[in-house]
Nanobody, 115 residues
């Protein structure tokens, strides 16, 4: 059974940095595409960015230049490096991938940006 487990969330001041991790298990093959999403209170879940197996990335305009997604395939781990954090970045962050046509989500990790 595929499982995604996020970690690394917490409280950070505006302008600070935080790195999230997502560890995948139960997969025979490495997913082609992995993604980070986030959901702020009262808002819909939105895509933060994606990364392919080869390391190609795409980001939402709201985080471009501040966030960096990376993955270590041999460790089946996905990362989200977040810099210059703003209060608007406050949300629950989710790891996501699709394996054999099935959509998988982690349980989410809370990121709160506040002074």
């Amino acid at each position: 059974q595929v499982q995604l487990v996020e970690s690394g969330g917490g409280l950070v001041q505006p302008g600070g940095s935080l790195t999230l991790s997502c560890t995948a298990s139960g997969m025979i093959v490495r997913p082609y595409l992995m993604a980070w999403y986030r959901q702020a209170p009262g808002k819909q879940r939105e895509l933060v960015g994606t990364i392919t197996r080869g390391g190609d990335t795409n980001y939402a305009d709201s985080v471009k230049g501040r966030f960096t997604i990376s993955r270590v395939n041999v460790k089946r781990t996905l990362y989200l490096q977040m810099n210059s954090l703003k209060p608007d970045d406050t949300a629950v962050y989710y790891c996501n991938t699709v394996v054999a046509g099935a959509n998988y989500w982690g349980q989410g990790t809370q990121v709160t940006v506040s002074s």
